[in-house]
């Protein structure tokens, strides 16, 4: 028997203007999302990034209050590689991230603020393909960013938010989950791959403690490696894949 031919992924659609990327840990967007990033930016899109930690328990080496501020310094200084100026935290504790109403009103707060009609997130199931499980702060965070969306549009979910002048937002028309086993869009990363290794490189404090590879080496070997595995969902192109959700 021969395997099924995987189905082709869509391009992302691209009629938006802003963009709210969610994420757990500084660096989780730089591992393969970053090449889109800096397509959007290229082609006059806005795009923000929140990150629910500072990812202060990420490097054991460094105890979290000296590590905290210096993997924020790497996150702000990796967006602006490819085109984003606004980086927020919301100030979970790393590790310990915990699905549940607090996330979610944080969240919704953070949709409201920015109001995007694309939000982006990471992937929200227990494991990465089957193979290997994922981070409880990964799941934690894709989960809630789904479910907050929702929430934003909501004035009478989280009404407090209303009272800080932070009117519901129901104009999210997509969410794009990156890293997902089940994508079905993408978007080309020929002209933001080299772009998105720089910003990985950012992160070197974080790169040097997890790996003894060059850091170079290790970052341009896993993005293009990334980039060509979608790309053979996608005619060929090096691509960034996402699962979307319409909404």
Same mark, same amino acid.
């Given at each position: 028997?021969?395997?099924?031919?995987?189905?082709?992924?869509?391009?992302?659609?691209?009629?938006?203007?802003?963009?709210?990327? =969610? /994420?757990?840990?500084?660096?989780? *967007?730089?591992?393969?999302? +970053? #090449? &889109? $990033?800096?397509?959007?930016?290229?082609?006059?899109?806005?795009?923000?990034?929140?990150?629910?930690?500072?990812?202060?328990?990420?490097?054991?080496?460094?105890?979290?209050?000296?590590?905290?501020?210096?993997?924020?310094?790497?996150?702000?200084?990796?967006?602006?590689?490819?085109?984003?100026?606004?980086?927020?935290?919301?100030?979970?504790?790393?590790? =310990? /991230?915990?699905?549940?109403?607090? *996330?979610?009103?944080?969240? +919704? #707060? &953070? $949709?409201?603020?920015?109001?995007?009609?694309?939000?982006?997130?990471?992937?929200?199931?227990?494991?990465?393909?089957?193979?290997?499980?994922?981070?409880?702060?990964?799941?934690?965070?894709?989960?809630?960013?789904?479910?907050?969306?929702?929430?934003?549009?909501?004035?009478?979910?989280?009404?407090?938010?209303?009272?800080?002048?932070?009117?519901?937002?129901?104009?999210?028309?997509?969410?794009?989950?990156?890293?997902?086993?089940?994508?079905?869009?993408?978007?080309?990363?020929?002209?933001?791959?080299?772009?998105?290794?720089?910003?990985?490189?950012?992160?070197?404090?974080?790169?040097?403690?997890?790996?003894?590879?060059?850091?170079?080496?290790?970052?341009?070997?896993?993005?293009?490696?990334?980039?060509?595995?979608?790309?053979?969902?996608?005619?060929?192109?090096?691509?960034?894949?996402?699962?979307?959700?319409?909404?």
């Amino acid at each position: 028997m021969t395997e099924p031919t995987p189905t082709r992924l869509e391009p992302m659609p691209g009629d938006w203007h802003r963009a709210l990327a =969610v /994420v757990a840990h500084p660096d989780d *967007l730089e591992y393969g999302c +970053a #090449a &889109a $990033v800096a397509a959007w930016t290229d082609q006059g899109h806005e795009v923000a990034y929140v990150l629910a930690t500072r990812g202060e328990a990420g490097i054991d080496t460094l105890p979290p209050a000296a590590c905290a501020p210096l993997r924020e310094r790497e996150q702000r200084a990796s967006a602006a590689v490819v085109g984003v100026g606004e980086v927020e935290f919301l100030d979970h504790r790393d590790g =310990v /991230v915990e699905y549940g109403t607090a *996330l979610r009103r944080d969240i +919704a #707060a &953070a $949709v409201r603020r920015h109001r995007p009609e694309l939000v982006v997130t990471l992937n929200h199931r227990d494991t990465w393909g089957g193979v290997a499980w994922n981070t409880p702060d990964h799941v934690a965070v894709g989960r809630a960013t789904l479910d907050a969306v929702a929430d934003a549009g909501n004035r009478w979910i989280f009404p407090e938010l209303t009272g800080q002048g932070l009117e519901p937002w129901d104009g999210v028309r997509w969410v794009a989950v990156a890293g997902s086993s089940s994508p079905t869009h993408a978007v080309d990363a020929t002209t933001g791959l080299e772009r998105a290794v720089r910003s990985l490189l950012e992160h070197r404090t974080y790169l040097e403690a997890l790996t003894d590879e060059d850091p170079e080496t290790y970052a341009r070997g896993l993005l293009t490696g990334f980039a060509g595995a979608a790309g053979e969902r996608f005619g060929g192109t090096p691509a960034v894949a996402f699962e979307v959700f319409a909404r």
